[in-house]
């Protein structure tokens, strides 16, 4: 059964440099979107995209952070200056339409030291 | 404000005995409603779907839109079913964000 794939498992980072969160979507859906789990808390909602443009994002989803589709298969979610506070699990999560199901990646855990 | 509420940060039962994990949503909406398991160092897993009205290991839900809850039961639990259980609403007139619970362990003693 195809699964979305994420790399890495586990990036640990200074502050203020980019990383850069790699998923790769299971091929035949349309709509991939980030989630994140900080330590205790519930899985919020980082953002859309489908047709190749940002469909929803939260208010989590500042400046700092940007999603691209480079190829036909990777969808990538870069920090550009990371802070402590962005420590986190990043989900990332794809569907075949907008009203479907949403499969799950394992995760990627950023530790921003 | 669309919301999900799982009151219960974690559950313990023993084998064999029912089980009912707790979901409560705020949505206007029609509401689209899901579980999700996540088992001990894996990913979150689709267990159930409102719309598709299946048993899945045992477990059903029922919506229930007067009470505004989605509890998800069983009734008779096995150690295997010990895991994390995510309840989650997709507000459809709001986008296609999964709006989720803060989760209920659920742990099934021998």
């Known amino acids: 059964e195809p699964e979305v794939t994420q790399t890495p498992s586990h990036q640990v980072t200074q502050m203020g440099q980019e990383v850069i969160l790699r998923c790769v979507p299971i091929?035949?859906?349309?709509?991939f979107y980030w989630y994140r789990q900080i330590l205790g808390q519930k899985v919020e909602f980082l953002v859309s995209f489908y047709n190749n443009e940002i469909s929803e994002k939260s208010e989590i989803f500042d400046d700092q952070f940007s999603v691209e589709r480079p190829d036909g298969s990777n969808f990538t979610l870069k920090i550009r200056s990371t802070k402590l506070e962005d420590s986190a699990m990043y989900f990332c999560?794809?569907?075949?339409?907008?009203?479907?199901?949403?499969?799950f990646g394992p995760g990627t855990r950023l530790t921003v030291l | 404000a669309q919301r999900v509420t799982q009151p219960e940060k974690l559950l313990s039962v023993f084998k064999g005995a029912p089980v009912e994990l707790k979901c409560n949503y705020s949505?206007?909406?029609?509401?689209?409603l899901f579980w999700y398991v996540q088992y001990s160092r894996q990913r979150l897993q689709l267990l159930l779907r409102h719309i598709s009205r299946e048993s899945i290991k045992g477990f059903t839900a029922d919506l229930n839109k007067g009470e505004t809850s989605f509890h998800l039961k069983k009734p008779f639990a096995q150690e295997e079913d010990s895991a994390m259980y995510y309840c989650a609403l997709l507000p459809l007139e709001y986008g296609n964000k999964l709006v989720f619970g803060a989760g209920t362990i659920l742990r099934v003693k021998s």
């Open positions: 949505y206007s909406g029609s509401p689209e």
């Open positions: 999560a794809s569907s075949v339409d907008g009203g479907d199901t949403q499969y």
């Open positions: 091929s035949n859906h349309l709509y």
